[in-house]
């Protein structure tokens, strides 16, 4: 079993891609923050692009992220975090590292921005992915990658459940997005994935092979 995003492991036999340990990156919400990232000027925080890109030097198993734009805690995209966003993509790409994305609320305009990096970043994985199916073709030409995570837990999720079925077998990921906030409540990867073989009608040893693979495709590894 693999969990392909997560900020805080959780003990067992998953294997866990931890943000902050597999993943590195200025997340969008810290481009909202004043005083630490970006700093008091509000540009680009180009001290952390610098550190980024000796630690993806250092370390060719490292991939970049979250990185990403965000609508949910502010209605406009700020020039900040877009231009965060971009110097992130172009180190993926100087790198050739696999990418995680954030796109609360704006997925299009995610999506739109890595297409100017097709072909020269390696895979992306949509993180937190909610959104209708049209964009679907657009991840599979980038060779991306959707995980999919513990709302389909919920009887009450009906449009992202239809969503779930619809994701192609060789896009497909589980995530639990655990973090320190939501680590008591946060259902275990098994629970996901147990739930998500029973609606795309598989068991969950085929379901497990299937993103046991889809999530070493991700890193480059196979
Ligand atoms: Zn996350």
């Known amino acids: 079993m693999t969990d392909v995003h997560c900020h805080v492991p959780r003990p067992g036999k998953a294997r866990q891609f931890v943000i902050g340990e597999d993943f590195i990156g200025i997340h969008p919400w810290e481009t909202l923050r004043t005083g630490s990232v970006p700093d008091k000027t509000g540009s680009v925080p180009n001290d952390e692009l610098l ?56 997925w299009g305009q995610v999506t739109a921005q890595c297409k100017r990096f097709a072909g020269r970043i390696p895979a992306f994985l949509f993180h937190g992915f909610s959104r209708s199916d049209g964009l679907l073709p657009d991840i599979e030409n980038l060779n991306g990658f959707v995980s999919v995570g513990p709302a389909v837990l919920n009887d009450h999720a009906v449009n992202y459940r239809k969503l779930v079925v619809k994701i192609p077998a060789g896009r497909l990921l589980v995530e639990t997005d655990r973090t320190e906030e939501n680590e008591a409540q946060c259902p275990a990867i098994e629970d996901v994935a147990r739930k998500l073989a029973e609606l795309r009608g598989m068991t969950f040893e085929e379901l497990e092979a299937l993103t046991d693979t889809n999530a070493g495709r991700f890193r480059g590894e196979c």
Request: charged share 30%; aromatic share 4%; net charge positive.
């Open 51 to 106: 550190k980024m890109a000796g630690l993806l030097s250092a370390d060719k198993k490292l991939g970049v992220g979250e990185i990403g734009l965000d609508r949910l805690k502010n209605r406009d995209i700020s020039s900040v975090m877009r231009e965060t966003f971009l110097a992130q993509l172009e180190l993926a790409a100087r790198f050739r590292r696999p990418v995680v994305l954030h796109g609360a609320k704006c």
